[in-house]
């Protein structure tokens, strides 16, 4: 390919011969420079319009202020949402621990344990040697501690629960299960099974055990119950009788005045009559009888049951 160089004054000057290949180089490079041309020619313009106009530069940053302030409170109030939800959370936690620690002290005087081997109102007693320094904890990492230790507190919780239930039922059952004496002072006189009456001279069966003492002395209940029947009875004289469910009933006989009367719920240990000699009686002394599913039984294990 020619081409023609002119000047205005002397005319044709000179003639250039391109070939294929300098010419593609040619309009090759125009064009990968054109781009970068009108690029700055565009940014030299909008210079020189901001300058020419100063109020739209300052809408510009305007704008870029309010939206960098728009971020910064979304981010803000994102972060305000997490802390308080972390605070509920970490209130929900706190309220768990009161209830175990009240739960935890139930449990210790339900146990009879040492009150200074488990001292709920302490944090628990730790230690070890000085360690190494260790990486700060990471917000997942926390989360994840957090979720572990809800966990594990909601699963003491039930634990303790069952706990708390298996104590009752085993306080509930020692209450309501007959042991101990009758009495608070006093001697055993007689025994259960065959023995010779004291009045007819004859081997007759004794159904329950004797304690003498003295006259008006307390007269006191082996377990809880209620009462179902106070008043007389042919041969026992005035007579209290208990009944602690399970199929156990207990009997104090010849008392001197009785203090209970018919539906009334009684404690162990409870006073329930004076000793007295009502009744077929030598003597001051308590008739006591335990009965297991309407049998008399001999209630020398039971008297013995809390040695």
């Given amino acids: 390919m020619n081409i023609v160089v ?15 290949q300098k010419l593609a180089a040619v309009l090759t490079s125009f064009f990968i420079l054109l781009p970068a041309v009108l690029i700055y020619a565009g940014y030299q313009i909008g210079i020189a319009h ?7 530069l300052t809408v510009a940053v305007q704008a870029e202020l309010d939206a960098q302030r728009l971020e910064l409170t979304e981010v803000t109030t994102k972060a305000e949402d997490n802390l308080n939800a972390l605070a509920l959370r970490l209130g929900k936690l706190q309220a768990h621990v009161i209830r175990l620690d009240a739960l935890g002290g139930r449990l210790t005087n339900m146990a009879k344990l040492d009150k200074g081997e488990f ?3 302490s944090p628990p007693a730790q230690g ?5 320094q260790g990486s700060p904890i990471q917000v997942p ?6 979720n572990g230790l809800s966990a594990q507190l909601d699963d003491r919780s039930k634990q303790l629960d069952v706990l708390e239930t298996m104590l009752m039922t085993r306080n509930l059952q020692a209450e309501v299960m007959p042991t101990g004496r009758p009495v608070s002072r006093g001697w055993l006189s007689s025994y259960f099974g065959i023995r010779t009456d004291p009045f007819s001279g004859r081997r007759v069966h004794h159904s329950g055990v004797d304690f003498a003492g003295k006259l008006g002395s ?3 209940a082996v377990a809880a119950g209620v009462v179902t029947y106070s008043g007389k009875r042919s041969g026992y004289g005035n007579l209290v009788e208990i009944n602690h469910g399970n199929g156990y009933v207990t009997r104090y006989g010849h008392s001197l005045k009785n203090l209970v009367s018919v539906g009334e719920t ?6 329930i009559s004076k000793m007295g000699t009502t009744g077929r009686s030598t003597g001051p002394h308590v008739h006591f009888e335990v009965m297991v ?3 008399a039984v001999n209630p020398k294990k039971y008297i013995h049951a809390s040695r």
């Fill in 50 to 56: 901001m300058k020419a106009n100063p109020d739209d």
């Fill in 266 to 271: 009684v404690k162990k240990g409870q006073v």
């Fill in 128 to 132: 070890g040697p000085v360690a190494t």
């Fill in 293 to 295: 599913n309407g049998r």
């Fill in 119 to 121: 001292d709920f109102a």
């Fill in 6 to 20: 002119l000047r205005r004054k002397k005319g044709c000057s000179g003639l250039v011969s391109l070939s294929h």
């Fill in 218 to 220: 307390d007269v006191v």
């Fill in 141 to 146: 990492d926390f989360i994840s501690a957090l």
